[in-house]
């Protein structure tokens, strides 16, 4: 008898642990929601090959590479029907000893080990050496499925942290995505706008996700913005996220915010340090980061100077005496929040 109390099949041994996978397990690797799986396999009979009565279903190897079509084919564009069709027919032609064979090349993929630089998913998108997670994020994106990214956002954010989320799901997804747009012709443009609305919606989320990081009293607030005319927000809000979670007061200004506005939002708040991002070259300005610099602010005798962070890649080359440029979020938080600074619990 198995241990869980089923006959062993007399024609062939145990299966390994990793023969077959939970219905909840698959479509986080595929990057669809649950509601979705169950319903590819009501509509259309696309589901898990062997059933038993009382069980959670389980998805074998082949399974998988069935449903794996079925993604890959209405990421294309593909109607639900047709591709489901496709993909059965697919996985009814391949010879019956294909289960005893490795799970596909993709499948192994998508469970968690990493491509070849360069190297592409069942996705489409030209991703890296990158984690199992960003191939199921872009899947979601591609299908324009809003319910499972927000969920793998989520997740992400609440098991891993923020800056983690930020450096190793969000920001490599949404440059694959990018650089998917950039070479199809405007196609996907859709697909990169509904991906950033969902980023940026888990990075402001994350203060409800993690809880409330505990704050010094007393100490001055970090303030973050754009240069004028810079509308790309989503880094400095991965800022924002990450202070919040290590306790640091902050104030978000957002994009494109007017230099007379900045000043005045400097003076008015006497912040320990000002964050200025800057997307591209063209609008990174210096006389504004070199008046940012000189300013100080209290009273007479007694004036603070507020540290400024030039952060972007339209910041390189710069040379602004006192000015730190951090190389990505990470070290951005440890200038703003070194761990030291935290309160203890």
Same mark, same amino acid.
């Given at each position: 008898? /198995?241990?869980?109390?089923?006959?062993? %099949?007399?024609?062939r041994?145990?299966?390994?642990?990793?023969?077959?996978?939970? %219905?909840? /397990? #698959? =479509?986080?690797?595929? *990057?669809?929601?649950?509601?979705?799986?169950? %319903?590819w396999?009501? $509509?259309?009979?696309?589901g898990?090959?062997?059933?038993?009565?009382?069980?959670?279903?389980? &998805?074998?190897?082949?399974?998988?590479?069935?449903?794996?079509?079925?993604c890959?084919?209405?990421?294309?564009g593909? =109607?639900?029907?047709?591709?489901?069709?496709?993909?059965k027919?697919?996985?009814?032609?391949?010879?019956e000893?294909?289960?005893?064979?490795?799970?596909?090349?993709?499948?192994?993929?998508?469970?968690?080990?990493?491509?070849?630089?360069?190297?592409?998913?069942?996705? *489409? @998108?030209?991703?890296?050496?990158?984690?199992?997670?960003?191939?199921? +994020?872009?899947?979601?994106?591609?299908r324009l499925?809003?319910?499972?990214?927000?969920?793998?956002?989520?997740?992400?954010?609440?098991?891993?942290?923020?800056?983690?989320?930020?450096?190793?799901?969000?920001?490599?997804?949404?440059?694959a995505? !990018?650089?998917?747009?950039?070479?199809?012709?405007?196609?996907?443009?859709?697909?990169?706008? +509904?991906l950033?609305?969902?980023?940026?919606?888990?990075?402001?989320?994350?203060q +409800?996700?993690?809880?409330p990081?505990?704050?010094?009293?007393?100490?001055?607030?970090?303030?973050?913005?754009?240069?004028?005319?810079?509308?790309?927000?989503?880094?400095?809000?991965?800022?924002?996220?990450a +202070?919040?979670? $290590?306790?640091?007061?902050?104030?978000?200004?957002?994009?494109?915010?007017?230099?007379?506005?900045?000043?005045?939002?400097?003076l008015?708040? !006497?912040?320990?340090?000002?964050?200025?991002? %800057?997307?591209?070259?063209s @609008?990174?300005?210096?006389? @504004?980061? @070199?008046?940012?610099? *000189?300013?100080? &602010? *209290?009273?007479?005798?007694?004036?603070?100077?507020?540290?400024?962070?030039?952060?972007?890649?339209? &910041?390189?080359?710069?040379?602004i005496?006192?000015?730190?440029?951090?190389? !990505?979020?990470?070290e /951005?938080i440890?200038? #703003?929040?070194?761990?030291?600074?935290?309160?203890?619990?």
């Amino acid at each position: 008898m /198995a241990s869980d109390g089923s006959p062993k %099949s007399s024609l062939r041994g145990p299966e390994p642990p990793d023969a077959s996978i939970t %219905s909840g /397990a #698959l =479509a986080r690797r595929l *990057g669809i929601s649950p509601t979705t799986l169950r %319903s590819w396999d009501q $509509r259309y009979s696309l589901g898990p090959a062997r059933r038993r009565r009382g069980h959670h279903r389980r &998805w074998s190897p082949q399974d998988v590479a069935m449903v794996e079509d079925m993604c890959s084919l209405t990421a294309s564009g593909v =109607a639900p029907a047709e591709a489901a069709r496709s993909a059965k027919e697919r996985a009814h032609t391949a010879p019956e000893e294909q289960g005893t064979r490795p799970v596909p090349a993709r499948s192994a993929t998508a469970a968690g080990t990493t491509g070849k630089a360069g190297s592409r998913g069942s996705s *489409g @998108l030209p991703f890296g050496a990158v984690r199992a997670e960003c191939r199921g +994020l872009a899947r979601a994106a591609l299908r324009l499925e809003s319910v499972a990214l927000q969920e793998q956002l989520n997740a992400f954010v609440l098991e891993h942290g923020v800056v983690a989320a930020w450096e190793e799901l969000m920001m490599p997804t949404l440059h694959a995505v !990018g650089r998917k747009w950039e070479s199809s012709g405007d196609r996907y443009v859709e697909v990169e706008h +509904l991906l950033s609305w969902h980023v940026s919606t888990a990075l402001r989320n994350a203060q +409800l996700l993690l809880g409330p990081g505990e704050t010094r009293k007393g100490s001055s607030p970090v303030l973050l913005a754009c240069v004028p005319g810079e509308q790309h927000t989503l880094p400095l809000e991965a800022v924002h996220a990450a +202070l919040l979670q $290590r306790g640091r007061p902050v104030r978000m200004l957002g994009a494109a915010v007017p230099a007379e506005a900045l000043i005045a939002a400097v003076l008015r708040t !006497g912040p320990a340090a000002v964050v200025l991002w %800057s997307q591209t070259r063209s @609008l990174a300005s210096t006389p @504004l980061a @070199l008046h940012l610099r *000189g300013m100080g &602010w *209290g009273v007479k005798g007694a004036r603070q100077q507020a540290a400024l962070v030039l952060a972007g890649p339209g &910041w390189r080359g710069a040379r602004i005496e006192g000015a730190v440029q951090p190389q !990505g979020l990470r070290e /951005a938080i440890a200038l #703003l929040a070194p761990e030291s600074s935290v309160p203890s619990e």
